[in-house]
């Protein structure tokens, strides 16, 4: 396994060691929102394991992934709300 | 989507520590098992992999022990559905798998309570073992001003482990009362293990002040918190902060288990001394039947396992260690049952469920979880209720409803799957 990888949220490139979870990525991009709300808010992972879907972003165009339980992998695509 | 199939004796949902205890003992007759977990490694929540730090003694000999074994895992993979009896259905980020099993044994684990109260919807409040569970991923915490807040002896584990990783954690907010925690104190006298743990956490916890009879009233920040305000008695005063982990102890998964029928009381699952639910050959194990920490996680699994492979001599051997921590895990849970005070902390304009937007003031002339439903919206999204629907239950002591498939969102085609040959499970 390569030890880091790249991928790419909102069209900028980031590098993270392989086996990090896409929500660790964006955050570490400098995102604290991911979402919007049906209300306009903005939201942020809030259970860090996979029950409240607050961190949904759009991975490789599939939109409302939970971004907390998919693991980087090489030249994915990342779109959180922008 | 191509459907990829398993075959396979003993299916575990699960691979915390009561899922991988049954598996591992499951598999030592012979039985083929195989155990699919949402999370992509074996662990659950308490030995999630941590990109830091080694895991400790315990999490370690487990999780050897069923890599060295010939119990196959699967993970990334949520199980969502059983679309007819003996098979469950899960779902991948790019693949859907349908497992053919004899005998079922659920490890679903428990999930944090969360509490409404203004602000709790922005970015960075968090709950409190899901900060844990992000920096374990490598969210880099060091010099972060933290509050920990909510219930429960989580509060203390997750300061003790972000203050190691170099957070700075303001204040630790228990809402119980001090004369509830002397009692636990005193019941942990007669636990060696636990009072050794509890002693420990409260060397490293130096320093940090820990307030009982204390809750967050509200957060504030303009893209993300920024301050929290929080509430002892008749004092109120504002604590600024980089993150709130906030949660209020935790509550049983049973969705999987309501779905296949099986009898809930008191919210969790109803085992018998196997660990049998109401439904034949369905087991259930760990914080799923009951919220009671790692030890007794473990030795329901083992028992579980076992007596899954008709090995019940060696599982009754384990009865009495089970009843022990049963016994530690009632006075625990006791003595963080909230106040009723907190149900004072949501405002008219306090986002009840955070799926869909819907405000305190909204739900206040419902009468029950169905009508709400149908008015507002109410547990209609996303998560499924799995955050409104126990704040609701405390809020207004409204019962949710039978849980019906797929117990995650799924994508359509991966509720109704083309099909691909049967693949047996490796063993
Ligand atoms: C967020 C959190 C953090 C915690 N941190 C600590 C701690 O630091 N220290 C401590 O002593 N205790 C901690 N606990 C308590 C700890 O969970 C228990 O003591 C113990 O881990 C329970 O083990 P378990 O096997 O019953 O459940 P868990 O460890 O919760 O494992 C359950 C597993 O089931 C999986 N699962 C659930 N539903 C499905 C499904 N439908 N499909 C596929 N997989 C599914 C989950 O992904 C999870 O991996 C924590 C609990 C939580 C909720
Ligand atoms: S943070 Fe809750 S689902 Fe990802």
Redesign the pocket.
């Given at each position: 396994m390569p030890e880091f990888v790249t991928i790419w949220i909102n069209g900028s490139a980031v590098r993270v060691p392989a086996g990090t979870p896409v929500s660790i990525a964006v955050l570490m991009a400098g995102h604290s929102e991911f979402r919007r709300s049906v209300s306009g808010e903005p939201r942020g992972p809030l259970c860090?394991?996979?029950i409240c879907m607050e961190c949904r972003v759009q991975i490789d165009n599939q939109a409302h992934c939970r971004s907390c339980q998919i693991l980087c992998q090489e030249g994915m695509t990342v779109r959180t709300h922008d | 989507m191509i459907e990829q199939r398993y075959r396979t004796d003993i299916l575990v949902?699960?691979?915390?520590?009561?899922?991988v205890a049954a598996a591992f003992r499951a598999a030592e007759s012979g039985a083929r098992v195989l155990v699919?977990?949402?999370?992509p490694q074996c662990g659950?929540?308490?030995w999630r992999a941590d990109s830091k730090k080694a895991l400790d003694k315990d999490a370690t000999k487990w999780l050897d022990r069923i890599r060295d074994s010939s119990v196959k895992f699967l993970g990334g993979?949520?199980?969502?559905d059983r679309p007819e009896p003996g098979v469950m259905r899960?779902e991948g980020f790019d693949q859907v798998v349908a497992c053919r099993f004899e005998k079922l044994i659920l490890?679903?684990?428990?999930?944090?309570r969360f509490l409404p109260f203004p602000g709790w919807t922005l970015p960075n409040v968090t709950?409190s073992?899901?900060l844990?569970?992000l920096v374990k991923a490598g969210l880099p915490i060091e010099g972060k001003r933290i509050v920990v807040a909510g219930s429960g002896p989580?509060l203390l584990?997750?300061a003790g482990?972000l203050k190691e990783r170099g957070a700075k954690i303001q204040i630790i907010a228990e809402q119980t009362r001090r004369f509830d925690l002397v009692k636990l104190g005193l019941r942990l006298l007669k636990c060696p293990k636990k009072l050794q743990q509890a002693f420990d956490l409260k060397m490293k916890l130096q320093g940090i002040p820990y307030l009982t009879n204390c809750w967050p009233v509200s957060a504030s920040g303009r893209n993300a918190v920024e301050s929290v305000t929080l509430q002892q008695g008749p004092k109120e005063w504002a604590v600024s902060c980089d993150y709130l982990a906030c949660g209020f102890h935790?509550l049983p998964?049973t969705e999987?288990a309501e779905l296949l029928g099986c009898r809930i009381e008191k919210g969790s699952v109803w085992v018998d001394e196997f660990q049998e639910t109401s439904v034949q050959g369905l087991y259930c194990v760990?914080?799923?039947c009951g919220v009671g920490?790692?030890e007794l996680?473990l030795v329901e699994g083992e028992v579980a396992g076992w007596a899954a492979t008709n090995l019940k001599e060696k599982a009754r051997e384990r009865f009495s260690e089970r009843r022990k921590w049963r016994g530690f895990a009632a006075g625990l849970n006791r003595a963080f049952e909230l106040r009723r005070e907190l149900k004072k902390l949501p405002t008219p304009e306090t986002f009840i469920c955070r799926c869909e937007d819907v405000p305190f003031s909204r739900l206040q002339s419902e009468h029950s979880w169905r009508s709400a439903k149908l008015q507002t919206r109410c547990g209609m999204g996303p998560c499924q209720g799995r955050v409104c629907g126990p704040a609701t239950e405390f809020l207004f002591g409204w019962k949710t409803e039978s849980v019906r498939p797929p117990?995650?969102p799924v994508r359509l085609g991966s509720f109704v799957p083309s099909s691909a040959g049967d693949a047996p499970a490796e063993s």
């Amino acid at each position: 396994m390569p030890e880091f990888v790249t991928i790419w949220i909102n069209g900028s490139a980031v590098r993270v060691p392989a086996g990090t979870p896409v929500s660790i990525a964006v955050l570490m991009a400098g995102h604290s929102e991911f979402r919007r709300s049906v209300s306009g808010e903005p939201r942020g992972p809030l259970c860090g394991m996979g029950i409240c879907m607050e961190c949904r972003v759009q991975i490789d165009n599939q939109a409302h992934c939970r971004s907390c339980q998919i693991l980087c992998q090489e030249g994915m695509t990342v779109r959180t709300h922008d | 989507m191509i459907e990829q199939r398993y075959r396979t004796d003993i299916l575990v949902v699960g691979a915390g520590p009561a899922g991988v205890a049954a598996a591992f003992r499951a598999a030592e007759s012979g039985a083929r098992v195989l155990v699919v977990d949402d999370n992509p490694q074996c662990g659950g929540q308490i030995w999630r992999a941590d990109s830091k730090k080694a895991l400790d003694k315990d999490a370690t000999k487990w999780l050897d022990r069923i890599r060295d074994s010939s119990v196959k895992f699967l993970g990334g993979l949520k199980v969502f559905d059983r679309p007819e009896p003996g098979v469950m259905r899960a779902e991948g980020f790019d693949q859907v798998v349908a497992c053919r099993f004899e005998k079922l044994i659920l490890a679903t684990g428990a999930r944090e309570r969360f509490l409404p109260f203004p602000g709790w919807t922005l970015p960075n409040v968090t709950g409190s073992g899901g900060l844990q569970a992000l920096v374990k991923a490598g969210l880099p915490i060091e010099g972060k001003r933290i509050v920990v807040a909510g219930s429960g002896p989580l509060l203390l584990a997750v300061a003790g482990y972000l203050k190691e990783r170099g957070a700075k954690i303001q204040i630790i907010a228990e809402q119980t009362r001090r004369f509830d925690l002397v009692k636990l104190g005193l019941r942990l006298l007669k636990c060696p293990k636990k009072l050794q743990q509890a002693f420990d956490l409260k060397m490293k916890l130096q320093g940090i002040p820990y307030l009982t009879n204390c809750w967050p009233v509200s957060a504030s920040g303009r893209n993300a918190v920024e301050s929290v305000t929080l509430q002892q008695g008749p004092k109120e005063w504002a604590v600024s902060c980089d993150y709130l982990a906030c949660g209020f102890h935790l509550l049983p998964n049973t969705e999987l288990a309501e779905l296949l029928g099986c009898r809930i009381e008191k919210g969790s699952v109803w085992v018998d001394e196997f660990q049998e639910t109401s439904v034949q050959g369905l087991y259930c194990v760990g914080e799923s039947c009951g919220v009671g920490g790692l030890e007794l996680a473990l030795v329901e699994g083992e028992v579980a396992g076992w007596a899954a492979t008709n090995l019940k001599e060696k599982a009754r051997e384990r009865f009495s260690e089970r009843r022990k921590w049963r016994g530690f895990a009632a006075g625990l849970n006791r003595a963080f049952e909230l106040r009723r005070e907190l149900k004072k902390l949501p405002t008219p304009e306090t986002f009840i469920c955070r799926c869909e937007d819907v405000p305190f003031s909204r739900l206040q002339s419902e009468h029950s979880w169905r009508s709400a439903k149908l008015q507002t919206r109410c547990g209609m999204g996303p998560c499924q209720g799995r955050v409104c629907g126990p704040a609701t239950e405390f809020l207004f002591g409204w019962k949710t409803e039978s849980v019906r498939p797929p117990v995650f969102p799924v994508r359509l085609g991966s509720f109704v799957p083309s099909s691909a040959g049967d693949a047996p499970a490796e063993s």
